[in-house]
């Protein structure tokens, strides 16, 4: 109850925190109208829908590299360009496709965000120079205004998100400050760079140079990611070597004992949530291993599948007993409860407070459907949508309470339907590839691979990499 209570608490200042910042943003417009006003040439819009087109497509594919929960973003990069080029309202004009979401309060929040950000650095950039396009001279001063307006815009983008990550989920500063605010640093000098020389680019040779650097500056920030993203990994797995077999006893035995000892009560009142743990914890550590994350993250995702909804432990019988479909208002809360609740117990266990996240998010879905933060698309780590796949696919075969399973055949349809809009179109690929080449008892959970009692660590009978890309073409054939 205290839990929930301070839950809520941290929801209110955070609403009070985006109005805040949404009506700073609001004066902040009326300030920079009054007292230096907007324009816009020709060429400065032209140079604005080139660089919003890439934001929109940069948007719709992103290029994720999988480092933590950062991945790379054109947007700065596009934004900062036009910036540099045709002051803040081009700026402005190329965040557009940046700003909108399907939640009216994110939308605001963003839009928000991103006034204050281009304006700051317009403000700074004032301070040397004018924009290319309004007095071309790529001098000494317009280096200092553009380098100047860089580091205000990642300055202020580094700051007002992750405030409210931690009004809204407590989440240490140190923890903050790690994962939110240093990682993006080495992109984001590098995305001034290419700024400053996109913005030159296309002063020189046109706007339509402005394109083809900025795709090649895309490039190399990709590249410079994948180093950073390789450095890390050997870096962890060296790391990971060095303090396994000190945590297999301490910190994995833990969590398996009290996740059998739970789910076994719970198995015992609707005869299904052990099954179906079991199951998942399968299918989602194949599909993480699958998707080459290192094997301590791959024990840690299949724990939390086993894990993911010990939080119906305190969910009275004619909710845990109920098609969710059938649940009243008041019993779908209490059922929605428990993403929090499980995540609040795997909190608890030493070394798993980052995927008590995890768990906390198997029931977010892409379009920003889910519960219990209604989080969309990249918002979601992979670790969390790996769990929603195998979970709700593991619903789908198994026998439940009030309604008998699919068969694979059906299960296959429906995960299929779900691509994209509902669970990571990706993840799903690499589930269908797994079920194409595992025999039927695989795609059924019906063999001994299955069984809750043999939940401890093992190796798994996943395919390489090879066979994953080739299976999963054969499977979108069909």
Not at 280 to 309: F, G, H, M
Not at 349 to 355: C, K, N, V
């Amino acid at each position: 109850m205290m839990g929930s209570l301070a839950s809520s608490a941290r929801a209110r200042v955070a609403l009070l925190y985006v109005i805040g910042v949404s009506a700073l943003a609001l004066i902040a417009l009326a300030a920079w109208a009054y007292f230096f006003s907007f324009s816009l040439s020709r060429t400065a819009f032209a140079a604005s829908c080139i660089l919003a087109i890439v934001c929109v497509i940069s948007r719709r594919f992103p290029v994720s590299l999988n480092i933590g929960k950062a991945e790379f973003e054109a947007t700065h990069v596009a934004i900062l360009t036009a910036l540099l080029l045709g002051g803040p309202l081009c700026g402005l004009l190329v965040a557009i496709p940046s700003m909108l979401y399907r939640e009216r309060l994110r939308t605001l929040f963003c839009a928000a965000t991103y006034v204050l950000e281009i304006l700051a650095a317009a403000y700074v950039l004032e301070m040397f120079s004018k924009p290319l396009l309004f007095g071309p001279q790529f001098d000494v001063s317009f280096i200092y205004g553009a380098v100047g307006a860089g580091l205000a815009l990642c300055s202020l983008d580094a700051t007002i998100s992750p405030v409210l990550v931690q009004i809204k989920y407590g989440t240490p500063l140190p923890q903050l400050f790690r994962e939110m605010i240093l990682p993006p640093i080495p992109s984001d000098l590098a995305a001034i760079i290419a700024a400053a020389g996109t913005a030159y680019a296309t002063i020189a040779f046109g706007p339509a140079a402005a394109l083809v650097l900025f795709c090649g500056a895309a490039m190399a920030l990709v590249s410079l990611h994948l180093v950073k993203r390789w450095r890390d990994r050997l870096r962890e797995l060296n790391e990971r070597i060095e303090t396994l077999e000190r945590e297999k006893e301490g910190v994995l035995s833990s969590p398996l004992t009290f996740a059998t000892r739970l789910l076994e009560s719970l198995g015992a009142r609707d005869g299904y949530t052990a099954r179906h743990a079991a199951a998942s914890a399968v299918y989602a550590a194949d599909i993480a291993e699958n998707l080459r994350l290192d094997p301590a993250t791959v024990e840690k995702v299949r724990i939390s599948a086993l894990l993911q909804n010990v939080g119906l432990a305190s969910a009275p019988d004619e909710v845990l007993l109920k098609p969710k479909e059938k649940l009243n208002p008041l019993g779908r809360m209490r059922f929605e409860e428990h993403a929090r609740q499980s995540e609040r117990i795997l909190s608890g266990i030493p070394g798993f407070e980052e995927a008590a996240r995890w768990v906390r998010w198997h029931h977010e879905r892409m379009d920003g459907t889910g519960y219990p933060d209604r989080l969309r698309g990249e918002w979601i780590p992979l670790e969390a949508r790996i769990l929603a796949v195998a979970e709700h696919y593991a619903s789908l075969i198994l026998d439940g309470p009030a309604s008998p399973g699919l068969s694979p055949i059906e299960a296959r349809r429906r995960m299929v339907s779900l691509a994209g809009a509902g669970l990571d179109h990706m993840v799903v690929r690499v589930l269908l590839m797994l079920l194409d080449t595992n025999d039927e008892n695989y795609a059924t959970a019906s063999d001994n691979r299955f069984a809750f009692s043999s939940a401890s660590p093992k190796q798994s009978t996943a395919p390489n990499k090879l066979t994953v890309l080739r299976a999963v073409d054969a499977a979108e054939a069909q």
